[in-house]
DNA sequence: CTGTTAGCGCCTTCAT
DNA sequence: ATGAAGGCGCTAACAG
């Protein structure tokens, strides 16, 4: 009978059986840009998970806009997603707590109000640019400089306040005009490396906020004749394969992205298997500076 | 009234929705591996794409393993899906003619049976390999080697015809021995170039069946301290962002995923809104010789 | 124009 | 053991 049914090419209505069971087997996974390097050994990592006990994936990219942000939350709520895996640049994280008051498993990638439901995984951005920095002012001496992106964000705000902390650690007053604001692209790196190299007294080692700053950095150097590391030294953050591509090779801030999917992914899971049922866990992932050539 | 509701924090069961209308408005991307650079560019633009209509997209990572190909696309079918983009390695596109009879929108990645409702959008790679391979034949000698990776899939194969035509078109009969099989990654790449540089007579120049594999020769040539192209000529294929990190920058081909997901996205569009419904349409996407500096 | 009803496909419950 | 029924939440069709 069933045999029968399944020759005769019948499969079973998924969307049937979520309406009477209510739980759909599906997660959605926002992140800002699928096409930045970090997201798909995540959003793959996650898959790996969670994809063994049938649960499939959807993807949003925000784009770091608020609108797209709030957009996936609600069609998250529309679809009945059994989780949600969000990373938000521009929505409170508090804006996570309803849905997750409302049953669906949710785990934020960043810091998170303590006391809802919601899970998080995270690195430690602000000590990861703190330590990196450090390294840059003991090495080379106290003339550093920054580039980052996106203040709004709170990587780019982290990792500022990571520059400072370390700076100040030393006795050095961070200088604003040796802290560039530019965008998180290899054009922005560019852009900003430009500014810092056009000043009166250019920097002698330069944080860059991710490794693609850093690879906009590099071919500024290298366009104007400069060494690196030795006129000027260029250390970046994430790891992204790029970083053993280019020459010299990047110095930078590894921050697991197979680990930290992992890690979400496990805290989703127990969740949605009502595993666990109580307040939110958070749990921050170790990052590691890794020293190549270019600092 | 409904305000109210609103207000109160309701949101439509887009599940309900979906028994009902028997539209899902949800996509399935079927891809080998997310991970590899090519594909989060290809699966947002097909996102992008589809996106404003309402339509999102659940992924799903083959590995090129048989077993997961037919596992996706049974999960394609029992979720109801309107459309699946698909990309087989290892199952044969009639595969495909199924489910698109059942009525969902289906775009193969590659050549596909003609007479059937699959839409195809794709490269041609052979074409893409010949072209590559005639540059270095007239550039550097008949002194040209052919890197590639799995031979069971379409990119595989289809590139080493391509190359194999070239060499005979030219009138040298390819050589054997300067045929490598080995993965598309750039440790196949290292492993590749090696057994290419320990052969009594190594050859002038390289094709690498993709980018990665590149990568790997060039990091080979480099540790033997020949100088590329000086010495040893490398081509690549994809034209990846790493293209233009490593030193010297590739000289590749282009096959561009944006379009290739626009185009896709186009033929999977215009078929779940049932704007069209004869025979499968398709396209051959352009690609393009981009020399640069590494040949 | 507002209100009711039936059924999408499934699965759990209850009855036979 | 097999079978029938009800309801998950929605919307199209129909009634008032």
């Known amino acids: ?107 934020n990638l960043g810091e998170t109000p303590p006391g809802s439901r919601v899970d998080s995984a995270r690195f430690d951005d602000q000590a990861a640019a703190a330590q990196a920095t450090k390294y840059l002012l003991e090495r080379y001496g106290p003339s550093v400089a920054l580039i980052y992106g996106d203040e709004e964000a709170p990587a780019g705000r982290e990792r500022r306040l990571g520059f400072e902390e370390a700076c100040r650690a030393q006795g050095t007053e961070p200088d604003a005009t040796r802290i560039v604001k530019t965008a998180f692209t290899r054009e922005g790196g560019v852009t900003g490396m430009r500014r810092l190299l056009d000043l009166p007294q250019p920097p002698r080692a330069v944080l860059c906020a991710n490794d693609m700053i850093a690879l906009g950095a590099i ?45 979400a992914a496990g805290l989703l899971l127990s969740r949605m298997k009502g595993e666990v049922d109580g307040e939110g866990r958070h749990i921050v992932i170790p990052h590691q500076l890794v020293v190549r050539e270019s600092a």
């Open 1 to 107: 009978m069933e045999k029968v049914a399944r020759d005769l090419g019948y499969t079973p209505s998924a969307v049937a059986q979520s309406l009477r069971s209510r739980r759909t087997y599906t997660i959605m996974i926002v992140v800002p840009d699928i096409t930045n390097a970090f997201w798909p050994v995540f959003a793959r990592s996650v898959q790996d998970v969670v994809g063994p006990d049938g649960y499939h994936a959807m993807f949003g990219n925000t784009d770091a806009r608020l609108a797209e942000e709030e957009a996936f939350l609600d069609e998250a709520r529309s679809r009945r997603v059994d989780g949600v895996v969000f990373i938000g640049f521009r929505l409170p994280a508090s804006r996570l707590v309803g849905l997750a008051e409302s049953g669906v498993a949710v785990v």
């Open 219 to 263: 071919d500024v150097a290298k366009e104007r004749g400069l060494r690196v590391p030795k006129d000027i030294a260029i250390v970046g953050h994430d790891d992204i394969d790029a970083a053993t591509i280019v020459t010299p090779q990047l110095t930078t801030t590894r921050t697991d992205a197979r680990l930290l999917g992992e890690q």
